[in-house]
């Protein structure tokens, strides 16, 4: 193992936090650099022999990828989230509009 940690990361993987998308966005590039940091120490074992090392170093690399791909499903749920709740109910000043007549709807009759 290398023994180097990306701040705010622990040893379960991913830091804790908030649904916040910039916080996962700052997380998902923590991740990334971390990931190519780990490919190139995994190169330079292979390219020293070290196969215990190279070994370790690539079940850390997939361990860092599950990580990442999560990360970036959690994004991509979030997003349709987010789309869904655009299209389901009309937004502050927005008038709900009947889908067949076009007509505004009073919400108040």
């Known amino acids: 193992m290398t023994g180097i940690i990306a701040p705010g990361f622990g040893p379960q993987g991913v830091g804790t936090g908030g649904n916040v998308p910039s916080s996962d966005t700052s997380r998902l590039k923590a991740l990334e650099k971390k990931l190519a940091q780990l490919k190139d120490e995994k190169d330079e074992a292979v390219k020293n022999k070290d196969?215990?090392?190279a070994r370790e170093l690539e079940q850390?690399?997939?361990k860092?990828?599950?990580q990442i791909q999560q990360l970036k499903?959690?994004?991509d749920r979030e997003k349709e989230r987010e789309k869904?709740?655009?299209e389901e109910a009309p937004g502050y000043?927005?008038?709900?509009?009947?889908p067949e007549t076009?007509?505004?709807i009073d919400?108040?009759?």
């Open 51 to 53: 196969r215990e090392k």
């Open 60 to 62: 850390e690399i997939r």
């Open 64 to 66: 860092l990828e599950q």
């Open 73 to 75: 499903k959690k994004a």
């Open 84 to 86: 869904q709740a655009g």
């Open 93 to 98: 000043g927005q008038k709900p509009v009947d």
């Open 102 to 104: 076009g007509n505004l």
């Open 107 to 109: 919400v108040y009759g």
